[in-house]
């Protein structure tokens, strides 16, 4: 009939993809354990291919010439410093000046057709969504980089893996069910979220399908945890031998230490973001190992913007080694976080390593003089056991003019209305001020009444900024 299909089984060459991005178990034997300077080389031959496709797209060069670069400036990584970073702000600009897709994409909506294409989209809690399209590559590679992860926490094939994330246009969901279906052998459960499939049916199918591993953010693996609890759930009676979890902020570990105890289970804190997939994972030592093949990290000062040592806290500002549709160059993600430098760990990897996340700099509320973020505010609620652990901070001005100055109310779920909220309110007070190092105040509402704000078992949301309204 003259039409060309361009079918998925044909838009890969699977054994160049498998030799390039090793899946497991080849990565731990292979990418992983390369000595420094054969993985630096592997980046700087990557970084200049991506950086040659960035070039041919208006955002970039925009952007480029406009610090003074040219084409040939960047001869390496050794000069990427050199190369502006950029913000989800900046795309959601480039998508207003050439919609629906934006100047960062090297085709548009007219290109559809010559190769498989789905939008993914991250961001819109206001607004619009943020459209990223994936092509095949991207598609596998972030399922490889979470295959990668599930491996080293114990997965293998034939287990059932639960992902009560929904698939949908959020990618986080669908990147779990790619490892486990494509690149695992393991058998996805997709459940969805807590708003697709109730807590309770969480469980049951849990305990009906045997399920041996789950991917699931830190919050709602709390918050079935509290189900279970609430309807006489032995968590323990499940065959779980791991959970690949995102926990954020959880510096001294009460959070992870809890959930463990009540799963019977190691639960291990993962880092990655909607386009550049995972940028680090744990391994059964609970180090977080860099995707290095697919990922170059820095870590920035977040108001200058210069690199920082090793070691240092800053910014996260992530180059994506194998994203071409579209490239992804000196992103800041606004996550605050160390890098550690490479050592071989107990597991065989042999990788710089990443720390657990400190909170985001672009949700920093200014107190008095000291920065706040909300993601800090974690660890004291989910401690205190009158808590469902659900809270946002809702920062707003005070005064007028000269006298004008911010403040945060820090709004908290009582588990029953039995709880006394006042002495809930004084006792989350003084351990926030412990913690944040300012004071800030606390409002305690009914178990349910922050499920709109935050959101129930996908990536919850902290900050309700009142400041420009």
Same mark, same amino acid.
Request: charged share 25%; glycine share 8%; with cysteine.
């Given at each position: ?27 731990? &034997? ?32 925009? $952007? ?23 913000? &989800? ?21 007219? =290109?559809? @057709? ?18 990223? %399209?994936? =092509? ?17 926490? @114990?997965? $293998?094939?034939? =287990? ?58 830190? =919050? ?32 001294? @570990?009460?959070?992870?230490?809890? +959930? ?18 995972? #940028?680090?994972?744990?391994? &059964? ?11 170059? %990290? ?43 430098? $490479? ?14 996340? %400190?909170?985001? &700099? ?41 006298? $004008?100055?911010?403040?945060?109310? #820090? ?24 913690? +944040? ?33």
């Amino acid at each position: 009939m003259g039409i060309e299909i361009p079918y998925y089984y044909r838009s890969i060459d699977w054994d160049r993809l498998v030799a390039d991005y090793p899946p497991p178990p080849h990565f731990h &034997s292979t990418t992983g354990v390369l000595p420094e300077e054969q993985i630096v080389a592997l980046q700087e031959r990557r970084f200049k291919e991506r950086m040659a496709e960035a070039w041919q797209l208006p955002f970039y060069r925009k $952007r480029w010439r406009d610090a003074g670069l040219e084409p040939g400036d960047i001869r390496g990584l050794a000069d990427i410093n050199l190369i502006p970073s950029f913000t &989800s702000d900046d795309l959601k600009k480039a998508i207003e000046e050439a919609p629906p897709f934006g100047t960062h994409h090297p085709f548009g909506r007219a =290109d559809f @057709g010559r190769m498989p294409i789905k939008i993914q989209t991250s961001g819109g809690t206001t607004g619009m969504p943020r459209p990223t %399209l994936f =092509d095949p590559m991207s598609w596998e590679i972030q399922g490889i980089q979470t295959a990668r992860g599930f491996f080293s926490q @114990g997965a $293998r094939p034939g =287990d059932v893996i639960q992902i009560p994330l929904t698939t949908s246009l959020a990618n986080a969901g669908w990147t779990a069910h790619n490892a486990a279906f494509n690149w695992l052998g393991c058998v996805p459960v997709t459940t969805g979220s807590g708003k697709v499939t109730p807590s309770e049916k969480q469980l049951a199918f849990a305990r009906q399908w045997d399920v041996n591993g789950w991917y699931v953010i830190g =919050d709602y693996l709390g918050r079935l945890t509290q189900v279970a609890a609430e309807i006489g759930f032995d968590l323990h009676q499940l065959p779980t031998r791991y959970i690949f979890s995102f926990l954020g902020p959880d510096a001294d @570990g009460g959070l992870r230490k809890a +959930l463990e105890e009540a799963w019977n289970a190691p639960v291990y804190d993962n880092y990655g973001s909607h386009e550049i997939g995972l #940028v680090a994972f744990e391994c &059964s030592e609970k180090v977080r190992h860099i995707n290095e093949d697919t990922v170059y %990290l820095q870590v920035c000062d977040e108001f200058d913007g210069h690199e920082l040592p090793d070691g240092q806290v800053g910014t996260i500002v992530a180059t994506s080694l194998y994203r071409s549709i579209p490239p992804f160059i000196r992103y800041n993600l606004r996550d605050r976080m160390a890098i550690n430098p $490479r050592q071989r760990c107990a597991c065989g990897l042999n990788t710089r390593t990443l720390s657990a996340m %400190l909170g985001r &700099s672009d949700e920093m509320v200014k107190l008095r003089g000291t920065n706040v973020y909300p993601l800090a505010c974690q660890s004291a609620i989910k401690k205190d056991a009158r808590t469902t652990g659900e809270y946002v901070c809702v920062a707003f001005h005070v005064g007028e003019s000269l006298a $004008r100055h911010d403040e945060m109310t #820090v709004r908290v779920e009582r588990k029953s209305p039995e709880i006394d909220a006042d002495a809930l309110a004084q006792d989350l007070r003084r351990a926030l001020y412990n913690d +944040l190092g300012v004071r800030v105040d606390v409002e305690i509402v009914d178990a349910g009444a922050l499920a709109e704000v935050c959101g129930i078992g996908e990536k919850p949301r902290r900050l309700l900024d009142l400041r420009h309204k």
